[in-house]
């Protein structure tokens, strides 16, 4: 028992508790799919970004001549 009470351990093995990981998506983030495969687990995410959002192009007349802004 004295040997014992002398060790110490670096590593104790998996803890056998479960757990909670939790995080948030950002805007315009969906879900398509999960799996769990040995132990890993892969997200399938797409963007889905509303017409609203996106960038357009809006034509300034400078004169005579159209300019275009992005």
């Given at each position: 028992s004295e040997e014992a009470?002398?060790?110490t351990?670096?590593?104790q093995g998996i803890a056998q508790r479960s757990f909670k990981l939790s995080f948030d998506l950002a805007d315009h983030i969906e879900v398509k799919?999960?799996?769990l495969v040995n132990g890993l687990l892969n997200i399938e995410l797409e963007r889905v970004v509303p017409e609203e959002a996106k960038p357009?192009?809006?034509a300034i007349n400078q004169g005579d001549k159209p300019a275009l802004l992005n």
């Open positions: 009470s002398a060790v351990y670096l590593h799919g999960a799996n357009r192009r809006i």
